[in-house]
Every structure is written in C-alpha cells, then in structure tokens.
C-alpha cells in the first residue's frame, strides 16, 4: 500500500510548491484556473457518456434512445 501512495504524495507536495510560487497570499482573491475548469468540463463529459453507456438498454426502453444511427457493432461496448 505504500507503493501505492508515495507517488501520489509527491505529486501534493509539488502542487503545494507551485501554490507558494504563485505570489497570491489572500486565497480567495485567486479565480478558478482555466485549467481547472476544462478538467472539470472534461470529466463532466465523460462521466455524462459513461453514464449514458452503462444505462442504455434502460433508455432504450424508455424510448429515449433509438438506433436512427447504426453504428457498427464492432464500435459498440458490450
């Protein structure tokens, strides 16, 4: 289990380094990142299509998904 954490503590105790580079000592005078925010917007997505994929055959019966485009099966997830 330490293996496991020791990276991920390193990778804190840089991202704690850039914060004190920064310059801005009042934290709320500091605005979101825009990096911050396309990671948000990105992870949103993907758990909007993850979420679509795991319930389709529920939306399907609901009538909320059709096959108006076929895909190839080979595309599809299991």
């Known amino acids: 289990m330490q293996g496991r954490t020791r990276p991920f503590l390193q990778m804190l105790a840089r991202l704690r380094a850039f914060r004190a580079l920064d310059g801005s000592t009042d934290p709320d005078s500091r605005g979101a ?42 595309f599809k997830s299991p």
């Open 33 to 74: 990142s825009p990096f911050l925010m396309l990671v948000a917007v990105v992870l949103a997505l993907v758990l909007a299509i993850l979420e679509i994929d795991l319930n389709h055959a529920a939306l399907q019966s609901l009538g909320l998904m059709g096959d108006a485009f076929s895909a190839d099966p080979i």
